[in-house]
């Protein structure tokens, strides 16, 4: 059995030989059911081994820091990607997941806005996604970083809201652009959900805050985020995770 630090040793000379990679999932306009962004997930191709989930691995990255340079690796080319789409034509944009260790690096809004700055043509399209899980533990520490992000136009998503124990009050705690309702709450059914979703999108919208429903499988999923009023939704129904090239293609229609 491999332990963290054997998994991380292998994850790290994957990254630096090409075995790690992303994958795009489209994001969609509710309202008109056009492809209006992607959400940037990672994959890692095992040089050898059974093949092992982001859910598995982010954390694995996370406890031994090889995280700030995966996190590097997926902005430069969630932002590359976004680049050659909007240099075609495409009105589209990008969301990427950074962990709450990216954040707690002094440098990281700067490096990520010299990167920005280094793609003159990017135009703010860039929002990054922290799940709910984080803020209130170092929320000293991220929240400022939050807000040198939201200085040069970067968007700020709080994840999977409804997974945790975060509450509507948080909305107003962290320097946001949106939320993303988690799949428990979308695929619940329960009355209590529908409820938690209704009252976390009215105070959402009062906030000026873009909604995401997640999860979307089934047509009852999407009219419930029509429901609620959600701006936009995402899930195997409307797309699943795809290649930089499918997504090229997707595009390009
Ligand atoms: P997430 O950010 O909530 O990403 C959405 C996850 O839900 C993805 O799993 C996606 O494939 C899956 N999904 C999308 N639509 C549906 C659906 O309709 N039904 C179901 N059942 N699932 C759906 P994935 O790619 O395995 O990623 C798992 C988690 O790993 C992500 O959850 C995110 O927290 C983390 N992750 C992935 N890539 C990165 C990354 O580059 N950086 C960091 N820090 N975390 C990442
Ligand atoms: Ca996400
Ligand atoms: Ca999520």
Redesign the pocket.
Known sequence: MLDREDLSRELEADLRSGGVF??Y?PLIEVATGVLVGV?????WRRSHGPEI???VF?PVA?STGL?HE??RF?LDECLAALDRWRGAGRQIEVS????PL?LTDATFAADLAAKMIERASTPPALTI?I?ESLPLRHLDEIVPRLEELRAIDVGVSL??FGSGNASVAQFQLLPLTEV?F??SLI?SGSASAKEELRDAADRARELGLRTVA????TPA?LELARELGCDRA????LG??MLVAEMDAVLRR
């Open positions: 992303a994958v999932q959400e940037g997930l990672c994959r989930g982001p859910d982010i996370e995280i995966l996190g997926m990427v997941n950074v962990s990216q996604e799940t994840d999977d993303k988690d799949r695929q997640e999860g979307v499988e999923h995402q899930g195997f129904l699943a995770p």
